[in-house]
């Protein structure tokens, strides 16, 4: 091969065949962390155990991914024909991209953690064919499933770079708890999406929050709660407030003015009873001064007053929502908006007020959710 001095690199390789490479020692690091970037998940898990320049190398790379970690209780019915004999098991999906394509063609990568004869655990990768799931053979260990399964999220937070994760369990919060007592808070097990879906005591999301990275969006499931749910170490801590997105679905907190205030986050959704107009008129006037970005902030059971809400506004700001379509080319939801609802405009764009009884909305009209 004749030598070309214009080349970034001054490395001559040797033709090589469509299969093999032999010249990968060569490569700088840079070429080599870029080339990586487009291996799979599987790839790269059986690339970084050949050496400790390997491991290294994936470590650097660090490869986006979510996480899915839950009860087989929390399964469907689908996997129920074939993984309802592990009722007391736990699986954990890792679900990767590849580079070129879509946001929608997520791989899954699943594990399943079930009881050994040993008073250990038996992981097993679990497949999918012809629509059904099939159990491969595992690595035992000698820790409990809830164990192994935790830790398991903690090492790949290590090499990986974990987008988002979702836990859905049933598992005792003290049990939850110990574990995740016993994992370094330095480790960050969620970058942009934190989901928890769960029975029990709310103080087990205190527990997760040290483990997310600051901006991480927030949402909590559970079941109806026909009682006010008073947590201030949750309400009050950093992480909660600095969340890009809270959303607690069946929740009905405590949370009072002061503390929705102090959220950072644009899109929130919340049941809080204590929530007043005055606390809704310091989120607008933040708005207005473009101090805070609000896509979309939905209330419930709060104790509404829209003429409290608009107080001390610039009367020149507001305009209702017939003339709001009037001055835009605006073609989104209009089913059930009043033509007298309050549409604010400010340096960020409009702002509608939708509000009944118990609930308020504040949308950017052009939010797409």
Known sequence: MTERTSLLFDVVFDVFDDFEFHQWSDLPVEIKLH????????????????????????????????LYLGDVAYLTSTKQQTLGKYRDGVELHIYWRKPESGPKSAHDYALLFVKDDKEGCLVQRMIKKKRKYLELPGTNYSSDILTAAIKSVFGLSNVLDIRGLT??????????????????????????????????EPSITSQFLRFLKPGCGITLLKDTSAEVIHEPELFDHNIFRCAHKIKLHGWKVGMTDDQLVQLAADNIYITAPHITSRAINKLVREWLEGKRLINAIELEEVQINTTLILQNLDPTAIMQFKDFLKLTSYDGIRIGVEPTAPVIRGPRGFLMVLTDANHCLLTDPYFDN
Do not use: H, W
Request: aromatic share 14%; net charge positive; with cysteine.
């Open 167 to 200: 836990v859905a369990m049933y598992s005792p919060n003290s049990r939850l708890e110990a574990v995740l007592a016993e994992q370094p808070s330095s480790q960050k097990i969620a970058r942009k999406e934190f989901i928890l879906d769960f029975e029990g």
């Open 35 to 66: 080339i990586l970037k487009y291996l799979t998940f599987p790839t790269l898990r059986y690339f970084m155990f050949l050496s400790k320049e390997c491991y290294d190398l994936v470590c650097k790379v660090k490869p986006t991914i979510d």
